[in-house]
């Protein structure tokens, strides 16, 4: 293993420079709108709330600091609910499939006990035995319809925090809502499970005890999954709140949503990052289990103004309060004439060298030296099999492919199965800073022979392999011929497993990214 002092600085130079790629290039910014009503002025016959309104202004000002357009409604009857609904999806629509929706809904829910139908509780509404009543209560399905209907293209994501109190409804007493079916692209979470009731919460509280574990999570968010965020407020209300209370969700979004926390601050400090988000949180990951000074430093310079960027100085602060992230970086000399004469050779026995400064001289001159390095690399990675070769081998090819995404294809052409089969190995290798370089260069490499030589090696690899090879695979998927997508897929789903959430959601990213 390398240790931090021989790591150097100088390795690391420009480690995660992300350049512009048709694939990897950030695209245009989601627009975010939210709706977050809050009903608790009902009557005594249905049961009055004390916490909705702040449940409401509690989630509404923590999805501002997400960057979300925020509505609000408060003691809303039928008419003003759905036309809530109806105007919070037109301007969804008007955005196209950059939209982002999310509507936080607290007061009364009930399930109608003939038709098992899911029904939120207008303030206006009658008692439970009055003849109008499920007339008058605005049906789930109604507001999935409206969404569906009129932003099919956006990403939706809806919350109902209810039933509220033990408010009882028909013959069989149902206090929540019913299982639900659910549309396309829509996520859709519960505070309380299945005929369960939801607490209301201490009156004097700053909110209810799932709004407060919401806003939470939201705040605590840094580029974080959809399916993550809702799994972790269930963990923080479990811990925090409710032991008996079981929130739960449905996902069925079809695309990526991400959540993060500090967004508007971030755009109102106008700082335009060079990497992508999604890039940015993936690498991170990799940067964070190395557990290097060197490596973390220098994803902060390159990828500055991403939430990344913000848990990466966060990071800094706690296990080195002094060290600064902009301190200046040496560089190892190049041998620039050597390349020019085509001295490969020379280079790749540097490589091995007892002495540190030439093999770092040796891997920026390999870097620079193109596709005319490649091949040379990989010839002599078949006759050459020790750690130090592998290292630098790997780090100039990372270099080569970050300088000139451009020539990625070329690059994929001159390796064969069995340089892919040696590079999948690095990126589970025990030296973490070779499988953060090689696992780096296979996600940009985009060759979808990575795939199934991934797959291959998940047996037996720990679980920073895993994520290593998911990243991989990640990388790879939108180059997989359209005749392979089910079986694929099927490969893919079959690796995904509870205990490695994060390596599950980069699997859940490959997939929806095959064509």
Not at 314 to 325: E, F, G, H
Not at 450 to 464: K, L, Q
Request: proline residues 5%; contains cysteine.
């Amino acid at each position: 293993m390398l240790s931090e002092r021989h790591l150097g600085r100088s390795v690391v130079p420009r480690l995660l420079v992300i350049l512009v790629s048709l694939w990897l290039a950030p695209t245009a910014s989601a627009e975010r709108f939210a709706l977050v009503i809050g009903n608790q002025s009902y009557s005594a016959a249905v049961g009055v709330l004390h916490n909705p309104i702040k449940d409401a202004k509690f989630v509404g000002a923590a999805l501002r600091d997400a960057g979300f357009e925020v509505e609000e409604q408060f003691d809303a009857d039928y008419f003003n609910l759905l036309a809530a609904v109806e105007r919070h999806a037109r301007r969804l629509a008007a955005v196209g499939d950059r939209g982002i929706g999310f509507i936080y809904y607290s007061g009364h829910g009930a399930a109608r006990p003939d038709t098992r139908e899911n029904v939120l509780l207008p303030v206006d509404i009658s008692g439970p035995n009055a003849p109008d009543f499920w007339i008058r209560a605005l049906p789930l399905e109604r507001i999935e319809a409206e969404l569906s209907a009129l932003a099919p293209d956006a990403a939706h994501i809806v919350v109902f925090d209810a039933c509220r109190n033990e408010l009882r409804v028909g013959a069989r007493g149902n206090r929540n809502f019913a299982p639900v079916g659910l549309w396309p692209n829509m996520l859709v979470a519960f505070s309380t499970g299945e005929r369960d009731i939801a607490t209301d919460g201490d009156p004097s509280a700053i909110a209810g005890p799932y709004a407060r574990a919401l806003g939470q999570e939201l705040r605590a968010a840094r580029i974080t999954r959809a399916p993550i965020l809702f799994a972790d407020v269930k963990t923080t209300f479990r811990e925090q709140f409710v032991e008996a209370q079981e929130p739960y969700y449905i996902d069925k979004l079809s695309r990526e949503v991400r959540f993060d926390g500090a967004l508007r601050q971030r755009r109102e400090r106008r700082v335009e990052p060079r990497c992508s988000e999604e890039l940015a949180a993936d690498l991170w990951e990799l940067v964070e289990r190395s557990n290097s000074l060197d490596l973390a430093q220098s994803f902060l310079r390159h990828c500055e103004g991403t939430a990344s960027a913000d848990r990466a100085a966060a990071w800094l602060k706690t296990i080195a309060p002094d060290n600064s992230a902009n301190a200046p970086q040496s560089s190892s000399p190049t041998t620039e004439i050597q390349i020019l004469s085509g001295g490969f050779d020379d280079l790749i026995a540097n490589l091995e060298s007892d002495d540190i400064t030439l093999r770092r001289g040796a891997r920026d001159a390999l870097a620079a030296g193109g596709l005319a390095a490649v091949s040379a690399i990989v010839a002599a990675n078949r006759t050459s099999t020790s750690y130090r070769f592998d290292l630098g081998a790997v780090v100039a090819l990372t270099e080569i492919l970050r300088s000139g995404k451009s020539i990625r294809g070329e690059i994929s052409r001159r390796l064969e199965q069995k340089d892919i089969e040696w590079l999948v190995g690095l990126s589970v290798h025990s030296d973490r800073t070779m499988r953060i370089y090689a696992s780096e260069f296979l996600y940009d490499l985009g060759d979808p022979r990575v795939v199934d030589t991934a797959i291959g090696r998940f047996v037996g690899a720990s679980a920073n392999g895993k994520y290593n090879l998911a990243l991989a695979i990640k990388g790879a998927a939108p180059f997989v011929p359209r005749s392979e997508r089910d079986r694929v897929s099927e490969r893919l789903r079959a690796l995904m497993t509870v205990e490695t959430p994060k390596t599950n959601a980069l699997l859940s990213d490959a997939i929806v990214k095959i064509p």
